[in-house]
């Protein structure tokens, strides 16, 4: 098992930038494509899918609602993940998790939960106006 940090939420006005991180630990994730999410609490609503990238880090793939906006990216030599986020508009506003998937690379099912199976605590990103 890989355990999961997250870091780097913060509270930011609409149109400023942040930069998630993810760093693994417990065992090298190197080879496992890897994910963000993101849960706006209060609502009853489920986590919703972010970003993915493969393992090597050649192939990513977008939600809709951030696409142009946010760049997941990894550095394996140093066991993280990121999450660029600019344009940050106030719906970008919840709590992002990383997870690390059974996979290396992005199967067409990347956005379902159920194939990852590590996953963080998560860091609140908070976007106000």
């Known amino acids: 098992q890989v355990q999961l940090v997250e870091s780097g939420g913060g509270l930011v006005q609409a149109g400023d930038s942040l930069r998630l991180s993810c760093t693994a630990s417990?065992?090298?994730?190197?080879?496992?494509?890897m994910g963000w999410f993101r849960q706006v609490t209060g609502t009853g609503k489920e986590r919703d899918f972010v970003?993915?990238?493969?393992?090597?880090?050649?192939?990513?793939r977008y939600a809709d609602s951030v696409k142009g906006r946010f760049t997941i990216s990894r550095d394996n030599a140093k066991n993280t993940v990121y999450l660029q986020m600019n344009s940050l508009k106030l719906e970008d506003t919840a709590i992002y998790y990383c997870?690390?998937?059974?996979?290396?690379?992005?199967?067409?099912?990347?956005?379902?939960?159920?194939?990852?199976?590590?996953w963080g605590q998560g860091t609140q990103v908070i976007v106000s106006s």
């Open positions: 417990g065992r090298a994730f190197t080879t496992d494509a």
């Open positions: 970003a993915t990238i493969n393992w090597t880090g050649s192939t990513t």
């Open positions: 997870a690390a998937s059974k996979f290396s690379t992005i199967i067409p099912q990347f956005m379902d939960q159920s194939l990852y199976h590590s």
